[in-house]
């Protein structure tokens, strides 16, 4: 049922906000009333691969990656066929894993209320078997291989093969009762072809279940121990692409007529986002229901743009999300992973992928780094962004190059406008003073974070920045900064010689190319004693170059 939503904007303008789908980013998603992704080549993908061949397998992805929405789908997507039992471990609670009784009749409990409740599991209600198991529930001490023999039976003498999905599995994650649970699956999945059991099993979480024993059995002989070893591998990808954003764009286009160019708006979602569910969901949402309410967009055509996506990226920077929070406390939690990121995002260190090294896996894990020839990278500009605001932030409050920052910040601002010759001319100035007797390795490992913590003041609030990751390495790093419908590519880099800062000038001549821009800057941190400190303007094709040397 279509709603009516009207609201006076900034300037009086009066936005209409009628729809009956709307952006949704708390929970699963229902096509019926939320504008997502097309699931239906992911569903068929999985039933093919996966359902059909019988597999046990465990979808292991990041917080608000779009696990809970594809299960439910698939769970709707399989009735025909299947008979689905489709458990959520978050509804069982803590006391329901305190023993290995406990766990039984919760267990079975909340099978009873699936079937009271499903039409699809109404057959079971009347298998002689349900009904054993069932009557386990009377019983004093009833085992977990007592509900297995009875489960084993139901799946004999069912009308169709039985699937089991649970959501939240890694909810169970301290508690052993769970792992002897997954025992059990093992135990019956080798031997199905002559004690049948469910035809397919499905573990939902973000723990993988290897990961889950490191809470419970931290000792180093348990680590890799894993009752789950006949899982097979997930390999569908549960991230959208820039053609599957557009598809949810042009249903929202349908619906509003904004005039967007949605191949447009929905390759800059990705590029903020690489496809991360959540994150694409969010941007949009807030193009749709809180720009609109900004006085710097004159209407939603303007809204629905690369400089709209821009700022809607810089408003979801500023949010305080459950998703960001878990990144935040993964990072306190996890020291090596936090010293990992530094790394790479500070030093421009490469880091092979390897799946053997804990600290990469974890971060896999947890979605905040992906593989990239056989490289890692962070994951997505977001994560990127927000990383480094949260280590910058760390050390802003006691670090003399942001003190000096805010001191000046009005110094770089003229008429709503950004100086960046002004900021680079004056930030060389400061670092040479605080910082010129220190050395080479200091520099070259500090320099480029201190351009950071001098920028982020100035710009706060109005602009934001993020780093072009394809030319970040432990020589060069592009910043991409954004101030009032302005955009500055600035280039920092170790310098290294004559020739291979004027291969850098026609690297950064390139950059400008791209991004259709007539004027750049380039940050070098030269340690040749006969340098020259300070500010020089070049010109490369027609191109112009502001150089700062420290």
């Known amino acids: 049922m279509a709603w009516n939503r009207k609201r006076t904007g900034r300037q009086g303008k009066e936005i209409d906000m009628q729809t009956s789908r709307y952006f949704n980013t708390e929970g699963c998603c229902k096509p019926s009333i939320h504008y997502m992704v097309p699931l239906a080549d992911r569903l068929e993908t999985i039933r093919e691969f996966y359902i059909s061949r019988g597999k046990y397998f465990v979808i292991n992805r990041g917080r608000q990656y779009g696990k809970t929405t594809t299960l439910i789908a698939l769970a709707d997507y399989l009735k025909d066929d299947y008979a689905v039992i489709s458990m959520d471990f978050q509804l069982m609670s803590t006391a329901s894993f305190a023993d290995e009784p406990t766990f039984v009749v919760s267990f079975i409990k909340y099978l009873e209320e699936l079937v009271w409740d499903g039409d699809n599991l109404a057959a079971l209600s009347e298998n002689e078997n349900y009904l054993r198991l069932t009557a386990l529930c009377g019983q004093e001490r009833p085992s977990l291989d007592e509900m297995f023999r009875c489960f084993s039976r139901i799946c004999r003498t069912a009308s169709k093969p039985i699937v089991l999905i649970i959501d939240e599995a890694d909810s169970a994650s301290n508690n052993q009762v769970f792992i002897d649970f997954l025992a059990q699956l093992r135990g019956y999945y080798l031997a199905r072809d002559r004690r049948p059991i469910f035809h397919s099993v499905i573990l939902a979480g973000v723990y993988d279940i290897k990961n889950l024993k490191l809470k419970i059995r931290p000792s180093s002989d348990h680590q890799y121990n894993s009752p789950w070893n006949i899982a097979a591998d997930f390999d569908v990808s549960m991230g959208f692409s820039a053609v599957q954003i557009r598809t949810m764009l042009d249903a929202y286009e349908s619906d509003h007529q904004t005039g967007m160019d949605t191949a447009l708006v929905a390759d800059e979602i990705y590029q903020y986002t690489s496809g991360y569910p959540y994150l694409v969901s969010a941007i949009c949402k807030i193009l749709d229901e809180k ?110 190059m942001s003190s000096l920052a805010k001191q000046d910040k009005n110094h770089f601002i003229s008429n709503g ?48 920045y993020y780093i072009e990751a394809q030319t970040r390495d432990s020589r060069r790093t592009d910043i991409i900064v954004d101030y009032a419908g302005e955009q500055f590519i600035v280039e920092m880099k170790i310098w290294r010689g004559n020739e291979y800062n004027e291969r850098g000038e026609q690297q950064l ?40 040397v420290v």
């Open 291 to 400: 720009l609109p309410f900004q006085a710097s967009f004159a209407g939603r055509e303007q809204i629905w743009s690369k400089d709209g996506v821009g700022e809607a990226a810089k408003v979801l920077l500023q949010a305080r999300t459950t998703l960001f929070d878990s990144l935040s406390k993964h990072i306190s939690e996890y020291p090596d992973m936090k010293q990992m990121l530094y790394t790479m995002l500070f030093q421009g260190e490469q880091i092979a992928y390897n799946e053997d090294n804990h600290t990469i896996e974890i971060a896999n894990m947890f979605g905040y780094i992906s593989c990239d020839n056989m490289s890692i990278k962070i994951a997505n500009r977001i994560f990127e962004t927000r990383l480094y605001n949260m280590f910058l932030s760390e050390e802003e409050l006691s670090n003399a």
């Open 417 to 464: 406008r950004l100086n960046m010759e002004r900021v680079l001319e004056k930030f060389v100035a400061c670092f040479h003073d605080i910082y010129g007797a220190n050395n080479n390795k200091f520099v070259e490992e500090y320099g480029r974070k201190f351009f950071l913590l001098y920028l982020r003041p100035i710009i706060n609030g109005t602009g934001n």
């Open 509 to 548: 001549a390139d950059y400008l190319d791209y991004f259709h821009q007539n004027k750049g800057y380039m940050l070098s941190f030269n340690f040749n004693k006969k340098k020259e400190i300070g500010l020089k303007t070049i010109t490369i094709g027609g191109l112009t170059i502001v150089e700062a």
